[in-house]
């Protein structure tokens, strides 16, 4: 954290430095994301001195929530709904794409 920081930028960096690590991140990279977050919001809240177009202009992070992360959009990869089938003994699963996987899957719940 910059020097100065507000005692509520401290915790807000310790929030997103904790929830990366429970994510899987490693503790570079779990702090790496806290500062830039926490500093993105420094800019958009006019406590930093200095702000790129992008940090004062785009949605805030709160706001976008992972949207652009990519994940979600299109649901389990093939290897996640293939390790699944292979868990509940369905057969001909190495021979299935991803549709196929998916709905025996779903035949196999009911």
Do not use: C, F, W
Request: proline fraction near 4%; avoid cysteine; hydrophobic fraction near 15%.
């Amino acid at each position: 954290m910059p020097a100065g920081s507000s005692p509520k930028r401290e915790r807000q960096y310790e929030h997103i430095k904790e929830s990366a690590r429970d994510r899987g991140e490693s503790p570079g990279r779990a702090k790496e994301i806290a500062a830039r977050t926490v500093n993105k919001e420094r800019a958009r809240s006019g406590e930093s001195r200095t702000a790129s177009r992008s940090s004062t202009q785009d949605m805030s992070s709160g706001e976008r929530g992972g949207r652009r992360s990519g994940s979600g959009s299109q649901g389990p990869t093939r290897d996640q709904l293939y390790n699944e089938a292979r868990q509940r003994g369905i057969e001909g699963r190495s021979h299935m794409n991803k549709d196929e996987l998916r709905r025996a899957l779903d035949d196999r719940k009911g």
